[in-house]
């Protein structure tokens, strides 16, 4: 079974604050996104990358950064956490073969808050 | 624009009963694949059910199926004899050939079942 895992499932932080979600696959998928899900907004794209050093930019990547440096690992950076942040984060992989019939896997999510 | 757009976004159903959650979408792209994924209150996205946009066949997992109407382009999720582990939030979720990998989902439609 594909593993996903963020490692911390609530976190609290302070405006300004430069914030690190982690998330750890253990698949060797080629593909790993970072969603934030906000009440009657579904998930929404952050970011994405389909290979080491590789990102691409989703749909509300303002504020944010990214890092991938071992094909397991996708990190997520809020450069200065500011309190529209406050949201569920929602680490997921795929395969990067037979794209786009390939389901996500996700992790259990990073509620964050932001005070 | 790709698009997913789910209506309800509270159902109820009656335990044993069978329930159907709508989705619509829109794409331009002619390959593509629609997923279901469950979010039980535990926070968990889980992969439900596939169909691609080529499949002559509605899909079916267990007690999942798709109602695939590619014309009026809706992807409906039908949950038979529903179960109380069913209450959850259901996301409709779609990824084109040349999205460049990206998911997009619905807002989620959540679904109380009822002893």
């Known amino acids: 079974d594909v593993k996903v895992t963020q490692s911390s499932r609530y976190l609290v932080k302070r405006t300004g604050e430069k914030v690190f979600l982690e998330c750890v696959q253990d698949m060797d998928h080629e593909n790993m996104f970072w969603y934030r899900q906000d009440p009657g907004l579904g998930l929404r794209l952050i970011y994405f990358s389909y290979d080491v050093k590789m990102k691409e930019k989703g749909d509300i990547p303002e504020g944010y950064s990214v890092s991938r440096e071992k094909k397991e690992r996708f990190s997520l950076i809020l450069e200065s956490a500011s309190t529209n942040q406050t949201s569920m984060y929602l680490c997921?992989?795929?395969?990067?073969?037979?794209?786009?019939?390939?389901?996500?896997?996700f992790g259990n999510g990073t509620r964050l808050t932001v005070t | 624009a790709q698009k997913i757009t789910q209506t309800q976004p509270g159902m109820f159903v009656q335990e044993k009963e069978a329930v159907t959650l709508d989705c619509t979408y829109d794409?331009?792209?002619?390959?593509?694949?629609l997923f279901w994924y469950k979010q039980p209150s535990s926070g968990e996205m889980i992969f439900l059910i596939y169909?691609?946009?080529?499949?002559?066949q509605n899909a079916t997992e267990g007690r999942y199926s798709l109602n695939f109407q590619k014309a009026r382009k809706s992807a409906n999720l039908v949950i038979s004899a529903s179960q109380l582990g069913d209450s959850a939030m259901y996301f409709c979720a779609m990824r084109e050939s040349t999205g460049g990998f990206k998911t997009i989902f619905g807002a989620g439609t959540r679904l109380f079942v009822k002893a």
């Open positions: 794409t331009s792209d002619p390959s593509y694949g």
């Open positions: 169909q691609g946009s080529y499949d002559q």
């Open positions: 997921a992989s795929s395969l990067l073969g037979q794209a786009y019939n390939s389901p996500l896997h």
